[in-house]
């Protein structure tokens, strides 16, 4: 059973950082595309980054670039969103989420989803 | 970056009904759409992808059509565990966009 478990999030005061992890399990994790999804409270959902399966590849969006870095660790099947220079607009719940790979593709959908960690500015 | 428009934004329907939500692109992404489901409080769930195809354990009522930058979802007979918020994603590069999301609420 696929399972993702997203950790690290919290309270920060704006300009702060704070380091999020995805542990995974069920699959070949160094296999698949792996990204961070975001909703604010009452809001829609916004991606924020994604990472090759080797994590030689990295992916922004406009809004984070600059700000945070993704990576990933496949001997501990883990994934991670380094966010630094945090604003106000960042709060948000941070999904990891896994690409579904079902077939060749130019980007990337996501078949399983963690629970979600809060991120929220302390102002 | 491309633009995902969703329509309506909320909609009002009852158990049987057929719904359809429409996703439009602001330009050509080819098929390389997904919708998926959201209840308060969840994680989204992964309805379709590449535009109409279902994905596995979803429901035959769900279905998905379109091409270039018109898109719909099609709820046949809708069921009480249907009524949620809808999103369309387009991953026609890796800079994925959704859409503002469809509230399908009890009419």
């Known amino acids: 059973e696929v399972q993702l478990v997203e950790s690290g999030g919290g309270l920060v005061q704006p300009g702060g950082s704070l380091r999020l992890s995805c542990a995974a399990s069920?699959?070949?994790?160094?296999?698949?595309?792996m990204s961070w999804v975001r909703q604010a409270p009452g809001k829609g959902l916004e991606w924020v980054s994604a990472?090759?399966?080797?994590?030689?590849?990295?992916y922004y969006a406009d809004s984070v670039k600059g700000r945070f870095i993704i990576s990933r660790d496949n001997s501990k099947k883990s994934m991670y969103l380094q966010m630094n220079s945090l604003r106000a607009e960042d709060t948000a719940v941070y999904y990891c989420?896994?690409?579904?790979?079902?077939?060749?593709?130019?980007?990337?959908?996501?078949?399983?989803w963690g629970q979600g960690t809060l991120v929220t500015d302390s102002s | 970056d491309i633009q995902m428009t969703q329509s309506p934004s909320t909609l009002s329907a009852s158990v049987g009904d057929r719904v359809t939500i429409t996703c439009r692109a602001s330009q050509s992404i080819s098929t390389w759409l997904a919708w998926y489901q959201q209840k308060p409080g969840k994680a989204p769930k992964l309805l379709i992808y590449?535009?109409?195809s279902l994905e596995s354990g979803v429901p035959l009522r769900f279905s998905g059509s379109g091409s270039g930058t018109e898109f719909t979802l099609t709820i046949s007979s809708l069921q009480p565990d249907d009524f949620a918020t809808y999103y369309c994603?387009?991953?026609?590069?890796?800079?994925?966009?959704f859409g503002q999301g469809t509230r399908l609420e009890i009419k």
């Open positions: 994603q387009q991953y026609n590069s890796y800079r994925i966009t």
């Open positions: 590449k535009a109409s």
């Open positions: 990472i090759s399966g080797s994590g030689g590849g990295t």
């Open positions: 989420a896994k690409d579904s790979g079902r077939i060749p593709a130019p980007g990337i959908n996501f078949d399983y």
């Open positions: 069920g699959f070949p994790f160094s296999d698949y595309v």
